[in-house]
């Protein structure tokens, strides 16, 4: 895995949004293309950021080493995050005041929305002149990752109408994956205190 670079996860990443806007225009995505675009996008962006949160229990548990792509796999996350927000506001809701209206009014909405604005500094930061320029710091701001994670998780739970296993699925992942993390979180704080 050393030798393939992260670089290609963008184009190829860029290829899914593309193929569904085509989709989309062609008809190939029911009667209403506008909701399963956003669907599919929002979708897409949580798996994503399961892969990311993935990354380091199957170095950690499993051996596999795949840090080198973690931050083109959270900046791709953010995109297609941005494209499902995008397909809401342009092509669904079309109002601003409408707009905030529903993030008011539903709490799925709400609770997507601020994970988005989480994810903002995130992306900005998702450089190596970041990285060197915070220091220490970088790791506590990417640590809003887990909490983005988690209102991800329930922001498609609450989303769904009536009871679906899938976003459970979804949001169980999520939590066993971030409770992986848990031990070796208290590891260090124990080292610490020493």
Known sequence: MRRLPAWPIYPLGALYPIWLFWLGLTGGLGVDPVKALEHAMGEAALQLLVAGLAITPLRKYVGLNLLKFRRAIGVLTFFYVLAH?????????????????????????????????MMIPLALTSNGYSVRRLGPRWRRLHKLTYVVALLGGLHFVMLVKGFQFEPLIYLAVIIFLLALRLPRMNK???????
């Open 85 to 117: 927000l995008l397909v809401w506001l342009v092509l669904d809701v079309q109002i601003l005041s409408q707009v905030w209206a529903d993030i008011l009014k539903r709490p799925y909405i709400t609770i997507g929305m601020g994970a988005f604005l």
């Open 188 to 194: 260090r704080a124990v080292s610490k205190s020493r």
